[in-house]
């Protein structure tokens, strides 16, 4: 798979989806240079054997992996695009993301105390798509999802949401 002509930091769009097969994590990368810079996937304690990967049009991404089970390489795509099939994955991560804030486990907690939330207030910061496509879905949750690139809209690198569950939930 190649790199989009165009870098995507200016504007957010996808090129890389990871989606755990559990659908309880996602993420977005910009370009497949990004998701391969990652040293895990998944929730903690996840293989990354056990993430599925999409490229932006909902297409699955074959992937290799070293003897250690890090990602090497995702390959060209091998079948047709399913934008569909990717988007009800995404929203079923987003549905868990409420139902896990709802369980106030301890990293929750922590979290909103840090962040001074309630969790109404956190609650109602977990996107729900309205898109009519899998671009405008993964637009509209890019807060939780990413990519996160440095521009106008997302200047943190990642909302609260993101850093909760895609990088420090711990299920």
């Known amino acids: 798979m190649t ?11 996808a090129g890389v989806i990871a ?12 370009d497949q240079r990004g998701a391969l810079a990652e040293s895990a996937f998944g929730r903690p304690g996840q293989s990354a054997r056990n993430v599925d990967f ?27 695009a399913d934008p569909e099939g990717v988007r ?7 549905t868990f993301a409420a139902v896990y804030l709802n369980q106030r486990p301890p990293d929750v907690d922590a979290a909103l105390s840090e962040e001074g939330l309630e969790l109404d207030e956190a609650l109602a910061r977990v996107p729900q798509p309205s898109g009519d496509s899998l671009d405008e879905d993964l637009r509209q949750a890019r807060s939780l999802f990413g ?3 440095m521009d106008s809209d ?6 609260f949401l993101h850093n909760l569950f895609v990088h420090g939930m711990r299920t």
């Open 54 to 80: 999409f490229d932006g049009s909902g297409r699955r991404l074959p992937a290799a992996y070293d003897d250690d089970g890090r990602l090497t390489a995702l390959d060209t795509p091998s079948a047709d």
């Open 3 to 13: 790199a989009p002509a165009s870098p995507t930091g200016s504007n957010g769009v």
């Open 19 to 30: 989606i755990s097969r559990d659908d309880r994590w996602a993420h977005a990368y910009e």
């Open 88 to 94: 009800r994955r995404l929203r079923a991560v987003l």
């Open 147 to 149: 990519p996160h690139p």
């Open 154 to 159: 997302l200047q943190n690198r990642g909302s």
